[in-house]
């Protein structure tokens, strides 16, 4: 084992046998063993920080281990967005090792021992899962070790919620073919008059903006931005332990905070669950949706959200999706889906904590 892991599993001694299992598999790729002990640090004020009121919020749900099964539900079928995947129910997850836990760790994986049938139109069996609550204005901490990896794969974190899309998505982890760096987007009703600005302001935040209308079409990656973070996103999060990721969402704004795993500036209150969150003193946010860098009025473009997190496979439907970029294009991508079980190892999410803020 890697000296880095053994340091994170002598850590948290709670760590299971399964977690532990998982953990190995990334070793191979780690090369710098550091200690994760940052010293917690106040970011910028809330002059600093995007207009921030300095609200502070208290602890709804954290989930950890198996709590997920109780915060979020398997969606079943094939891929809203056909991906080369099938996602299957929880029992069927479960029964053939595509999500498990331990006391400290959430597993979701794709199958990776089975060749696929060309001529089938079932995807490899994936999974995603959707929370079973809504949120509005509410703060929100991840703690990932390991993001989905391996070309053909595209994984998210997000939220949506009500009739889609005109409900509004905010996804605040997203990317393709281990191609880094994270993309943090907005995707708003069909006619939504939803632009980034020309001219965001880069002291507001770290990232730097990409597409910039919101207004949803078949071939709109949406808008946003993309950190400046090489850690951010695939192989290189892993190879670091992975991090964190913060958001906040006030009827007025939408905003997304990463520090990787050995960031010595993470806040005290995103690194340890300790009931309270305060964004404000979190420091610059890395992607900044507030009335400076967008033309449309949050609340009236998003309704209550919920919750998913996935592992898609292909798709190229716009630019942002794996099958559009992936070598030799979309029809490679799934004849690489189908063909290589083995490449699908270390498609999967292993995630600490999700804690929620209201
Ligand atoms: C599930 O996969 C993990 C990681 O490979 C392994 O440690 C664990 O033993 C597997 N569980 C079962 C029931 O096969
Ligand atoms: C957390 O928030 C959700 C959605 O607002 C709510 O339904 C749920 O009861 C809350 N959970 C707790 C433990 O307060
Ligand atoms: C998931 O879908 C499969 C195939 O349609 C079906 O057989 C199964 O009952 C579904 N599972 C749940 C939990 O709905
Ligand atoms: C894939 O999932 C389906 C349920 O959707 C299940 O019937 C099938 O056995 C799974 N295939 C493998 C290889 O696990
Ligand atoms: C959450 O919103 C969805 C619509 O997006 C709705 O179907 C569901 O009933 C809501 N859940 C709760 C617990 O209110
Ligand atoms: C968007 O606007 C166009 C032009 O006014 C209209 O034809 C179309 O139905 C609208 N689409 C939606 C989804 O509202
Ligand atoms: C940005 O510039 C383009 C091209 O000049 C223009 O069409 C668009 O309306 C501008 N967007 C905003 C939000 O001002």
Redesign the pocket.
């Known amino acids: 084992m890697c000296n880095f892991w053994r340091l994170v599993l002598l850590a948290t001694l709670s760590a299971g046998a399964e977690a532990a299992s998982i953990h190995k598999r990334s070793c191979s790729q780690s090369s710098t063993p550091t200690t994760p002990a940052p010293v917690p640090t106040i970011g910028p004020g809330a002059d600093d920080n995007g207009g921030n009121s300095a609200t502070s919020y208290q602890l709804n749900e954290t989930w950890i281990g198996d709590k997920f099964y109780e915060g979020f539900t398997f969606y079943n079928g094939s891929s809203p967005t056909q991906g080369r995947v099938n996602y299957v129910d929880k029992d069927t997850a479960l029964a053939s090792n595509l999500s498990f836990t331990s006391s400290d760790a959430f597993v979701l994986a794709v199958d990776s021992v089975t060749t696929l049938d060309p001529s089938s139109t079932v995807g490899r069996n994936s999974t995603r899962i959707e929370g079973?609550?809504?949120y509005t204005t509410h703060a929100a901490v991840l703690d990932v070790r390991h993001m989905p990896e391996g070309m053909a794969t595209w994984p998210a974190y997000w939220m949506?919620?009500?009739?889609w899309p005109e409900?509004g998505e905010f996804d605040i982890i997203e990317g393709v073919n281990d191609s880094p760096p994270n993309a943090m987007s907005l995707h708003t009703a069909v006619n939504s008059s939803c632009l980034l600005s020309n001219d965001t302001d880069s002291s507001l935040m770290k990232g730097t903006p990409d597409q910039k209308q919101c207004a949803w079409t078949i071939d709109n990656t949406g808008c946003g931005f993309k950190d400046t973070n090489s850690h951010s996103f695939g192989p290189a999060f892993n190879e670091r332990g992975g991090g964190w990721y913060a958001t906040e969402r006030t009827p007025s704004s939408l905003k997304v905070w990463f520090w990787s795993r050995n960031d010595p500036k993470v806040p005290q209150d995103v690194r340890e669950d300790s009931g309270t969150v305060s964004p404000s003193t979190w420091g610059l946010p890395t992607a900044s949706f507030t009335s400076s860098s967008i033309s449309c009025d949050i609340s009236e473009n998003f309704?209550?959200?919920?919750f998913i997190i996935n592992i898609e496979l292909c798709v190229s439907l716009t630019s942002m999706q794996a099958g559009a970029v992936f070598p030799g294009g979309p029809d490679a991508c799934v004849k690489h889906v189908n063909e290589n079980p083995d490449a699908f190892k270390d498609a999967y999410w292993d995630i600490a904590r999700l804690s929620v803020y209201k």
């Open positions: 079973v609550h809504n949506m919620g009500g009739k409900g309704q209550p959200h919920r």
